[in-house]
């Protein structure tokens, strides 16, 4: 979609929740009272409820309209209808936030409210389950949070909180809590679900269950197994396993004790940047596919290559089957427990401890061009290309129309195992309510507790493969002496096209302790909230770079080109990672009703992220071990102020906000290898609002962010520059409408133009994503569901890597876009 005209989506939508409560009060004969049990007003619908509590990185009980906090909650219905496959997908219907899904169901780059993804994943944010977090930090090269988390059924609700008290009540998480808050069994029942796609292949079972077993104990349990190719052509099965997810609840006098179980095994395919054309100008460039690949759906996954030989960090062969995609294993118990000890003292004990681990495999495009030109840039002048395997393997290419359209790529695996990235949590809080005259306050001291571990072997290898989205093959080069350069479409053991950056090892662990205190008081109609916490991180362990060697990887008794320079871990040469870092965050808070149904509120805040593994290869760290202040900890200070207006059909919150960032960081996707060193600048206005009229109910956001780097220390020339993929306009909306047995809905996503990359170059044009929805009600326990997730097969770049600058001569570039078209039917019965 045209820039302008996505403005003008964004504009309407803006426009349309401004004058929701507008047109509610011309109907409104009174409105309605707050109350923190309302339930929906008969239509079988409830709208964006300011009055639910917040449970999130919030200081006291308090509902949306009575806190001081800007906070979005998603209920397990909206979660179904939207489409989402993924942790990330379920965030895109989060104004302030921009969720950049386009990878598969994990490795998503998150953005709040203009702080920068400078490097991929959700630096500014944490992902928590029942409070607690996924992994301590939330940028970890391949192994981000949404990575080991699979919503299913078990999923009750999702709670985002952005900015403000989440400096305060978790660590590492300046931008945002994003919280899914599973069921606990209270009410009896539960649901079981098949899917299957219609064009595509994956098959997907969803269970889960709960009841009280007394009149103190209750339990739910629930998961899922799957199987398919997934919503790809890979050709072969990527998607394979399951979860289970358990919790047992039993109350005591004051308080109540939980025990908690999560099981995870699960592979799902990890698409990454493909050949794509893009021409025209920087400004105004027209995106398409190339001939024999389409963008939506094509992958350098194929069955025709499905195993990768490589030597990992100890220096044993590995060999790695593409199909495993992301490859996330859990196996975590928690526990929670409530005391009342008296005289208004309450004590809230939780932790978890997760053994996670796993892989990252995907494929790659480093560099696509005509097939004559790449042989000869890997084989010299003269150089031709063979088959190396498919239906062809052994006989010569046609250089003029490989693939139907003459053209070749360097497609560097993306292979990273993890080993470790253990996890270990402990939160602690000891809250006292007072009974003053001037009204409620509420004490609250807190100790958290982490011990993150990070253990990677990355063995990254690179080949010569045809381009083409379906079925494509490996491709050996040959020089002009009849001499091979390649072996079996393998052109290095190593990642030369990266400068062999990206064999490497590390063992890192970092500790977190943080003692934190929070006051709130309500004195009539005001609330005021105030908190301060301390983190103090150790970060201990060593990480090795590689040298390269001449080694006889496969075995054979002869070294081929490729195994004349191998690239292997240099364990004798490791660098020590020894650190201790300690830094002060704030959040001060104030909310004031204006009436029972409008609130006014504001908040100031400065939180902090230390940096963990981005600091390593990339010269963050000293010789030994240490890191400089401004380096290993990075700050946001933020600024925020609304207001909320809720009536009985309709609810409106706005929320206007300043903030600036520090941040130090590494590219590791890209040839240059390049560091970050930059501040920003950014501030905005977001708006959520709801409409909820007998079988009619509307849900929606849009968010207008001016976002700059302020400052940068190593390329100066980027200052005044838009950060790397930040749109000015994201917006949401949902609309879904009741006829009889039938539902109707839609979820519609947009974004606004932004720049692939710094300095601003070549632009990312904006597009609007539309999934939609059928549903039949059989009966009250039973349902089918038709669902098309980018119904009008939209293409949507989320990133530009081979030339963000500019466009290329020949039109050729490397890009990432939305997934295209995907329908799905499902069924569902309540148990």
């Known amino acids: 979609m045209k820039t302008d005209a996505v403005r003008k989506h964004a504009l309407a939508v803006a426009v349309l929740l401004a004058l929701l409560p507008v047109a509610a009060m011309a109907q409104d004969d009174a409105p309605s009272r707050p109350d923190a049990s309302r339930q929906d007003d008969g239509t079988g619908k409830k709208a964006v409820n300011l009055d639910q509590m917040v449970v999130t990185a919030s200081p006291a009980a308090l509902t949306k309209m009575g806190s001081s906090i800007s906070v979005s909650t998603l209920e397990a219905d909206q979660l179904t209808d939207s489409g989402a496959l993924g942790a990330a997908d379920i965030l895109r219907d989060v104004p302030g936030i921009r969720a950049e899904s386009s990878g598969g169901e994990g490795n998503a780059n998150i953005s709040v409210r203009g702080l920068p993804v400078a490097s991929g994943g959700a630096k500014f944010a944490q992902f928590q389950v029942d409070g607690m977090p996924v992994l301590e930090f939330g940028d970890i090269a391949f192994a981000t949070p949404d990575t080991f988390l699979r919503p299913d059924f078990n999923i009750d609700h999702v709670e985002v909180v952005r900015g403000g008290s989440s400096s305060v009540f978790a660590s590492n998480a300046p931008g945002a809590v994003l919280n899914f808050i599973t069921k606990t069994g209270q009410d009896r029942g539960g649901n079981i679900g098949l899917t299957t796609g219609l064009n595509y292949d994956s098959k997907r079972l969803d269970f889960d269950y709960g009841q009280p077993v007394s009149d103190s104990t209750r339990f739910h349990v629930g998961g899922f197994l799957r199987d398919g190719e997934g919503p790809k052509t890979a050709g072969f099965t990527t998607q394979r396993g399951g979860q289970l997810m358990g919790n047992l609840t039993h109350d005591i006098d004051g308080g109540y004790l939980r025990a908690s179980v999560q099981l995870l095994d699960d592979r799902a395919p990890a698409y990454l940047p493909v050949p794509v054309s893009i021409t025209g100008s920087n400004s105004n460039p027209h995106v398409s596919s190339l001939p024999g690949f389409d963008l939506h759906n094509g992958t350098q996954l194929t069955p025709y290559w499905q195993r990768d030989l490589a030597i990992d960090a100890s220096g044993n062969r590995r060999v790695t089957d593409l199909g495993d995609g992301y490859h996330s294993k859990v196996q975590a118990f928690g526990g929670e427990g409530q005391f009342t000890l008296g005289e208004g003292w309450t004590l809230h004990e939780q932790f978890r401890i997760a053994s996670n681990s796993g892989s990252f495999t995907g494929p790659y495009s480093a560099e696509v061009n005509t097939a004559a030109a790449l042989a000869e840039e890997v084989g010299g002048p003269g150089a031709t290309l063979r088959y190396a395997n498919g239906p062809m393997a052994g006989q010569a290419v046609d250089a003029s129309s490989v693939g139907g359209n003459g053209l070749a790529q360097r497609t560097l695996l993306f292979n990273v195992s993890l080993p470790s990235m253990d996890n270990t949590t402990n939160d602690l809080k000891l809250k006292r309510d007072f009974d003053l005259a001037s009204g409620p306050m509420t004490l609250l001291l807190g100790y958290y507790h982490s011990r993150q571990d990070i253990q990677q072997d990355w063995h990254w290898n690179q080949y010569v493969q045809s381009v083409q989205g379906k079925d494509a093959v490996l491709l050996d080069v040959i020089d002009a002496n009849g001499v091979p350069v390649t072996e079996g479409g393998l052109e290095a053991y190593g990642q030369p096209i990266f400068g062999n950056c990206c064999t490497r090892s590390y063992d890192a662990n970092y500790t977190m302790d943080s003692p934190y205190v929070s006051l709130s008081w309500q004195p009539g109609s005001w609330q005021f909230d105030a908190g301060v916490r301390y983190d103090h991180m150790k970060a201990r362990g060593s990480y090795a770079a590689a040298s390269g060697t001449t080694l006889d990887v496969n075995g054979d008794g002869a070294i081929s080109v490729p195994e004349q320079n191998v690239q292997v871990v240099n364990n004798a040469n490791a660098q020590p990672v020894n650190y201790d870092k300690h830094h002060l965050e704030y959040s001060f808070g104030a909310n004031y009703l204006l009436s029972t149904d409008v609130a006014l509120f504001a908040r ?39 207001v909320k207006w809720s009536t009985r059909h309709t609810s409106l919150f706005v929320t206007g906000f300043y903030a600036t960032t520090q941040e130090q960081n590494q590219d590791v996707t890209s040839p240059t290898q390049f560091l970050i060193s930059r501040n920003y600048k950014s501030h905005g206005v977001e708006v959520e609002g709801s ?38 306009w994201v917006y949401q909306l949902s609309p879904s409408y009741r006829i009889g047995d039938f539902d109707l809905g839609a979820t519609v996503l947009g974004t606004s133009k932004s720049y692939a990359g710094n300095p601003n170059g070549l632009v990312m044009p904006g597009y609007t994503q539309v999934n939609a929805f059928v549903r039949y009600n059989v009966s009250d326990r039973s349902a089918v569901t038709l669902q098309a997730d980018n119904l009008f097969n939209a293409t949507g770049l989320t990133e530009i890597d081979q030339s963000p600058g500019t466009v290329t001569a020949s039109g050729l570039n490397t890009a990432r876009s939305i997934l295209g078209r995907t329908v799905f039917a499902s069924w569902r019965y309540r148990l």
Do not use: C
């Open 604 to 642: 100031a805040s400065r939180g902090a992220r230390f940096n963990a593994d981005r600091l390593l290869f990339g010269g963050g760290l000293l010789a030994d071990g240490t890191a400089p202040d401004g380096v290993a900890i990075n700050t946001v200070k933020q600024y925020e102020g609304g």
């Open 691 to 728: 409409l909820d009229y007998g079988d009619f109910s509307m849900r929606g956001g849009v968010t207008w962010t001016h976002s700059r780097i302020t400052k940068d220390a190593i390329t100066p020339a980027n200052v005044g520059d838009v950060p790397q993929r930040q749109a000015d």
